[in-house]
């Protein structure tokens, strides 16, 4: 498949606490006016597009070096309350946001340089260029092929623009939305939490099929738990389940294949993690199909010091059981409980409970009261996106 086209767009640091009400206020018209100008050059070319959203995350400037458990919360409090964001502006504005056809999103963390001389390339070590958290040089020197960047009509707005347009390719188109006030009620700290441990090998599981909105997020704070290591290689292991268990799901004639959902949740944590020039950027990867549970699976190494694990699954627990390294599991509000019952199981074996991490399930009713849930709905559900594209199809072949 053709690339294509990408654009980008600069937020600046968030309001703080990361409130609902907050980011709305400050980042809500950015986001209308970015998404519709996008939707536009869609619906010229008949193509998707990309957008990545990079805001800038002061707590993780303050906090480099703790583990990031105790940074958690507050940074998935800002990622969620901007996907949801997305999904309520995409709603109300009719904009496609779920889909090969639409705007395909993906958040971005921007954390301070470590260096402020972009040409020294020694500056940069390769853990440097490991998202989902990367320094505002990182974004710069990875060669990215942003067609355009939109920048908000501020001074902090147009320090970001000015940074990032200094020795790029002047085809980038510039363009600048308004934004809105930008209110920091106090300081967020990390936990104080002396047991706290840092984690480099973790799992997460679910379908995956027609990743969208909601798998972002969960993706991306599965992502964020990783903590970079020089010492030790960061393993995220990815369940998916089987196309067997799949059969009597809805609209099941538009299921993705297990083969297509591995590549798409992988493609999405390249996206977000791997921040090498295109000539740097290697990756081998290796399909093994053993014996046993859980014995199907595509390793991908993107970099030496980190491993993909997509693993096809064929029950709830997945490599949670059969993995004893795997030390944290990422859930969301609506599989809290099959976290307690992957630790009950891991007692049964004499092994040591995994660390468990919640994130939000996004809420149409807490984002927008006057968003309806079927239109919100419709950008965070594999099922209303299969329902969609067999409506679309019937009508095309109308047509």
């Known amino acids: 498949m053709a690339n294509i086209p990408a654009h980008l767009l600069l937020l600046p640091p968030p309001p703080w606490p990361p409130s609902h009400d907050a980011l709305q206020a400050a980042y809500q018209e950015s986001l209308t006016s970015t998404l519709q100008q996008v939707a536009q050059t869609i619906r010229a070319a008949t193509v998707g597009a990309s957008l990545d959203i ?3 995350v002061p707590l993780l400037n303050d906090y480099p070096d703790v583990p990031r458990s105790t940074v958690f919360k507050p940074v998935q409090a800002l990622v969620a309350g901007i996907y949801k964001l997305i999904c309520t502006v995409a709603a109300k504005e009719k904009i496609n946001v ?3 056809e639409g ?7 921007i954390a301070r340089s470590r260096t402020s001389n972009r040409s020294n390339q020694a500056a940069f070590a390769a853990s440097d260029r490991i998202g989902p958290v990367i320094t505002f040089d990182t974004l710069i020197q990875s060669q990215r092929s942003w067609q355009s960047v939109f920048a908000i009509e501020s001074e902090q707005g147009e320090e970001l623009l000015k940074r990032f347009t200094t020795g790029q390719d002047q085809r980038i188109k510039v363009h600048r939305v308004p934004g809105g006030p930008i209110q920091v009620v106090g300081e ?3 936990q104080d939490d002396k047991s706290a441990q840092p984690h480099t090998s973790i799992a997460v599981g679910g379908t995956w099929d027609h990743i969208h909105i909601g798998h972002k997020l969960l993706l991306t704070m599965f992502a964020f738990l990783a903590q970079p290591d020089q010492t030790r290689k960061i393993v995220l292991t990815i369940g998916i389940t089987g196309d067997e268990l799949l059969k009597n799901k809805k609209y099941a004639d538009l299921l993705e294949s297990w083969d297509e959902r591995q590549r798409n949740a992988r493609k999405f944590l390249s996206h977000i993690m791997d921040f090498r020039p295109a000539s740097d950027a290697s990756v081998k990867e290796q399909e093994v199909s053993n014996p046993g549970p859980n014995g199907h699976a595509v390793h991908y190494e993107m970099h030496p010091g980190l491993v993909l694990n ?6 709830p627990f997945g490599p949670t059981i059969t993995d004893e390294a ?6 969301s509000g609506e599989t809290r409980s099959g976290g307690k019952a992957v630790n009950d199981k891991r ?5 040591q409970d995994l660390e468990v991490f919640e994130v939000d399930v996004l809420d149409p009713m807490e984002a927008n009261p006057s968003t309806t849930d079927a239109a919100f709905e419709s950008k965070i559900s594999s099922t209303a996106i299969r329902q969609a594209l067999s409506e679309r199809g019937r009508l095309r072949s109308k047509a």
């Open 54 to 56: 990079a805001v800038t």
């Open 98 to 100: 779920e889909d090969a």
């Open 103 to 109: 705007i395909d999103p993906r958040v971005l963390i």
């Open 188 to 190: 967020e700290s990390a």
């Open 310 to 315: 997509l693993v096809e699954i064929a029950d």
């Open 326 to 331: 795997i030390s944290a599991l990422i859930v």
């Open 347 to 351: 007692r049964e074996k004499g092994w």
